[in-house]
């Protein structure tokens, strides 16, 4: 529900600052953080710089965290990624997750209508990263973005890693062992301008069943869907019992 606000009121800024969990040193930065352009006499006055900056901020600490937590997903997968975490939909459903919506300062007409626009409630989360960042520096912003997008961020690459079965594997091997996981070329058949490469993945000691592959980089992934498939007592979907599939034949 949102606050029956306007120009001439103010938030609860303790309350908004007990709600979001966070302290500011400069509360004014919060207070500039809420303020919507509709309740404000000049633009300059509203959330709308603020949330320019915490766009950059945010979409910034999402690349870093896709980079250093996915190694395996390509540039695409990324950005995929991220235009999901970075979404609107995203953004307003963390603010409104959080409780900042709450605090908005509105101007009397969109604050009469009970239904807030969801760009209106994104705008309120980015501007709510920069004020944090102008408060005390890139650590807090950091700190604040990933203890409210780091779930989204996983979710979305779950999503997108449906196809991704190294990705898929490097999560569990990480989550469950602690380390990366390994790829073994065991063997390698034809031409030089059309070779086969087969590929066994492994986890710690274990090792899981081959695979074929035009190159080494399909041979991987298809090592890793027999290892996501054997970690889930599934049968293989590229066994290599025989000396090569039909459709890998050079």
């Avoid at 529900?1 to 979001?20: E, G, K, V, W």
């Avoid at 250093?68 to 953004?91: I, N």
């Avoid at 509105?106 to 960042?133: C, H, N, Q, T, W």
């Avoid at 989204?152 to 469950?176: D, M, T, V």
Wanted: with cysteine; aromatic share 8%; glycine share 6%.
């Amino acid at each position: 529900m949102q606050n029956d606000l306007n120009s001439d009121s103010t938030p609860d800024l303790d309350a908004c600052q007990d709600t979001i969990q966070y302290r500011f040193r400069d509360p004014e930065l919060l207070e500039s953080a809420l303020k919507h352009a509709s309740g404000v006499s000049h633009r300059l006055a509203s959330n709308e710089r603020m949330e320019f900056l915490g766009d950059a901020i945010l979409g910034m600490v999402v690349c870093e965290q896709l980079y250093l937590e996915y190694p395996d997903y390509l540039e695409g997968e990324m950005t995929k990624v991220k235009s999901v975490v970075v979404s609107r939909d995203t953004c307003a459903r963390v603010c409104e997750k959080i409780g900042l919506h709450e605090y908005l300062m509105l101007g009397k007409g969109m604050a009469a209508d009970p239904r807030i626009p969801r760009s209106v409630i994104a705008a309120a989360f980015e501007s709510l990263i920069a004020a944090i960042y102008l408060d005390s520096g890139m650590e807090s912003a950091r700190e604040f973005i990933l203890k409210h997008i780091e779930a989204e961020i996983a979710e979305a690459a779950s999503s997108e890693s449906g196809g991704n079965y190294k990705s898929q594997l490097q999560q569990f091997a990480q989550r469950e062992h602690g380390v990366t996981p390994g790829y073994q070329l065991l063997d390698e058949k034809g031409p030089d301008h059309s070779k086969c490469f087969k590929v066994a993945a492994f986890v710690a000691q274990q090792r899981f069943e081959p695979a074929w592959g035009k190159s080494k980089k399909e041979s991987e992934q298809r090592a890793a869907h027999n290892a996501i498939s054997e970690l889930n007592d599934e049968p293989v979907p590229y066994p290599s019992d025989a000396p090569m599939p039909p459709d890998l034949e050079p």
